[in-house]
């Protein structure tokens, strides 16, 4: 790890031409120069502004990151009735958001003070294989989940139940499937380099050979594309399933003229509507943080945007803003979670330690519907 100097508040003009004729690859250290792109060479260093504004949201997310998505996994796997084939990918996903922000936030912290990247080449490429590790994770963790509710919900009865083996062998495809696409580029098949910030690595977007070109698109096909088709696909069918459902129940309620058939049947399919829109916003915010990457990324290989310095901090600040969003989906929506909360840790839970009416029957985990078992699914 070389010397850096302390950041360079003073080195910043006060008469608003920036840093003269200083670049932004200035203060890289000189092992790490042969991966730094001819492209970043003409952009002056980034106000010292933007790195301590970097540096104090990722400490941030890094930190409420870790601490929620360890309560999920400690709650989760402590907790005897949300220990359940389904959870088991649950559990998952809070442990690969765990691991993005535990292994990421730390030293992008430490970079944003120094304004680059300070860890040397074995570094950059340990960090952005474990990004691109624990996020390919989370996105094909939530596709199973997904997967899983709609075999529960469209097929109902007529679909096989997730095991404790089955759920087990998913988490370990989906592990051994990331991993080959996290080490294909330090085994040749693109390459890991610097970002323009300078302060984090990641895919080399900028060579424009076909080898770095053909990974970035394969790899947005099976890690971009494919998930988000898939998930889109599971919850327009439950959604379907759940509407289907709703409008039988109202059309027997009025043949009988009775307002409800029953009224835990009719407080159980109002949950699950309910649930197909926090599953919608789940979907949302999961687009929201990888598109941007994937917009810099192909910007990049076909040159259809100008990529500056400052334009690369949104890719990486979305992305790992991702590994926030799940704990407090599973804080605000699982019923038997909340009451797990409120039960070990009182003053952070929400909305009283006991379960809603029914909570057994349904409830929800990242944004998607579970059905206890021995309960008949909606459909």
């Known amino acids: 790890m070389s010397v850096i100097p302390g950041p360079s508040y003073a080195a910043w003009s006060s008469q608003g031409s920036g840093f003269g004729n200083q670049t932004v690859v200035d203060k890289v250290p000189p092992e790490m120069l042969h991966l730094i792109d ?3 060479y003409q952009y002056p ?14 400490g941030c997310l890094g930190f409420v990151s870790v601490a929620g998505n360890g309560m999920v996994v400690y709650i989760f796997t402590t907790t005897k009735s949300l220990r359940t084939p389904s959870n088991l990918l649950v559990i998952n996903l809070a442990f690969s958001d765990f691991l993005m922000m535990f292994c ?59 095991t404790i083996n089955g759920a087990l062998l998913r988490i370990l495809g989906i592990w051994l499937f990331c991993t080959g696409w996290t080490i294909a580029p330090a085994l040749g098949w693109s390459r890991y380099v610097p970002e323009g910030n300078m302060t984090a690595c990641g895919t080399d977007y900028l060579n424009k050979d076909w080898l770095s070109r053909s990974y970035i ?69 999961w687009f929201m943080a990888w598109t941007p990457y994937l917009v810099i990324n192909y910007a990049g ?39 797990a909360l409120f039960a070990r840790f009182p003053s952070l839970a929400c909305g009283g330690g006991e379960p809603a009416p029914h909570a057994d029957a349904t409830s929800t985990v990242s944004g998607v519907t579970t059905v206890a078992e021995g309960e008949k699914p909606a459909a």
């Open 38 to 40: 001819p492209h970043w």
């Open 104 to 162: 990421m936030s730390p030293p992008m912290v430490i970079n944003c003070y120094y304004e680059t990247w300070v860890f040397g080449p074995l570094f950059c490429d340990i960090y952005a294989m474990l990004g691109s590790l624990f996020g390919c994770t989370s996105i094909w963790t939530m596709t199973m989940i997904a997967f899983d509710r709609y075999n529960v919900i469209v097929k109902g009865l007529a679909g096989k139940p997730l």
């Open 301 to 339: 290989i076909f040159e259809t945007i100008k990529i500056s310095p400052l334009f690369t901090i949104w890719g990486s600040l979305f992305a790992k803003a991702n590994a926030v969003y799940n704990p407090i989906v599973y804080g605000i929506s699982h019923p038997k979670y909340r009451a």
């Open 217 to 285: 698109l394969v790899y947005s096909f099976y890690c971009y594309y494919l998930p988000f088709f898939l998930i889109c696909y599971s919850y327009w069918f439950i959604i379907q399933a759940v509407s289907a459902h709703e409008k039988n129940m109202r059309e027997q309620a009025k043949k009988m003229n009775v307002a409800s058939l029953r009224s835990s049947e009719n407080q159980n399919t109002s949950a699950e509507c309910k649930l197909a829109k926090v599953a919608l916003m789940t979907i949302s915010l």
């Open 45 to 58: 260093p980034m106000n010292p502004l933007w790195h301590g504004i970097l540096g104090f949201v990722i």
